[in-house]
């Protein structure tokens, strides 16, 4: 089975993970419990209690208040929604409980991808890579890592664990997991024949100057210009697109890339890319489109998917299926064995404010 199409479903299921590893709680660092107060609470309500500014326990770890904003900002950021918006806070608390969930689960997966999951130099620094590409320049690059106030040592060793815990679900997925056969393919193709053409399916081209929303404004602004003067140089040599795709990028390399993409289901494609596709003809390059990943320019490939180019990618779907159900199960184990608790229960749904909670948190 294309390990693409696992590593495709590592990063659905593991969303955010190494977010939480390396914005929110320090690698994982583990912190002493506050003192408890005495109270007149009954044996039960003990049981159940935590001490004060604690939302949840996984295990031993505390995730605080605290953390979980933190996090939270960082998914509404991500989302493009940052404090300027209006309805911020409500956003804030109504993002509480999918933060604490990405945390919850971090800490269950970092107790679970322990040092015998082997991860090599060569994977560590691929992966690496991946990160810088997601920048437009050097300048950038620096600047994310002093924000989250490390340096590239220790941001790869954040990436070294982040990987471990890829592995130790992939193992965990992939456990037992049988192979669809040409039958089953088939079958699933001729059910669903409509939603492998547009406007369910496309596969299209792309030319992207990474450049993602947590970049300082100076820095989006050199990767838009830099994308608007490549627009007019298609404009003037059209053949430039195809060079671009067939380009190997070097490590060292900052700039505009060409991505020739598999093809799509467009209703997860950023909006900004579906607005786009649905104006375009095929084979037209399109303006400066702005999206989550940067800045890019798109050409429409094809606009149906027969049954040979889509073997492959449903036997995966099949089997990604599959392998969900597996990963799952083993999350769900790996959480019971760990006693995950949820004990601010209103901060968690967010039946309580940021104001309200910092007076709390100083006053239980």
Not at 127 to 148: G, I, Q
Not at 260 to 273: A, E, F, G, N, R
Not at 278 to 302: C, N, W
């Amino acid at each position: 089975m294309n390990q693409k199409s696992i590593a495709a479903l590592m990063s659905i299921l593991l969303s955010g993970t190494l977010l939480a590893i390396l914005l929110t709680v320090g690698c994982g660092k583990k912190e002493d419990a506050p003192p408890q107060e005495a109270s007149e609470q009954t044996s039960t309500e003990k049981d159940l209690s935590c001490p004060p500014g604690v939302v949840a326990l996984a295990g031993d770890r505390q995730i605080t208040r605290q953390e979980v904003d933190q996090r939270a900002r960082i998914n509404l950021r991500h989302a493009g929604v940052d404090e300027s918006d209006p309805d911020f806070q409500k956003k804030l608390i109504a993002a509480r409980k999918g933060a604490t969930d990405i945390l919850v689960r971090a800490y269950v997966m970092q107790e679970a991808a322990t040092e015998v999951i082997e991860v090599s130099t060569k994977e560590l620094e691929i992966e690496l890579l991946s990160w810088k590409m997601r920048v437009p320049s050097k300048e950038a690059w620096e600047e994310f890592l002093k924000s989250n106030n490390m340096d590239e040592k220790q941001f790869s060793d954040v990436l070294l664990k982040d990987l471990r815990i890829r592995k130790m679900m992939d193992k965990a997925a992939t456990r037992d997991v049988p192979t669809p056969s040409p039958e089953e393919a088939q079958q699933f193709y001729d059910v669903n024949t409509l939603v492998f053409s547009w406007p369910h399916r496309v596969r299209y081209d792309e030319i992207r100057w990474p450049a993602p929303p947590h970049l300082p404004a100076a820095s989006r602004e050199q990767a838009r210009a830099g994308m608007e003067k490549l627009l007019r140089d298609l404009a003037q040599n059209p053949a430039l697109f195809d060079e671009m795709l067939a380009r190997q990028v070097q490590a060292n390399y900052w700039g505009p890339i060409g991505i020739p993409l598999p093809y799509q289901t467009v209703k997860d494609l950023p909006p900004s890319i579906q607005n786009s596709l649905q104006v375009l003809v095929q084979g037209e390059i399109s303006p400066v489109i702005e999206t989550p990943e940067g800045f890019s320019v798109i050409r429409i490939a094809s606009l149906s998917q027969s049954y040979d180019s889509a073997y492959n990618e449903i036997l995966e779907s099949i089997y990604g299926d599959r392998c969900r159900v597996n990963l799952e199960n083993w999350i769900k184990r790996q959480e019971q064995k760990h006693k995950i608790r949820i004990c601010d229960i209103e901060f968690y749904r967010g039946e309580i404010s940021s104001a309200t909670a910092n007076v709390q948190s100083g006053t239980r």
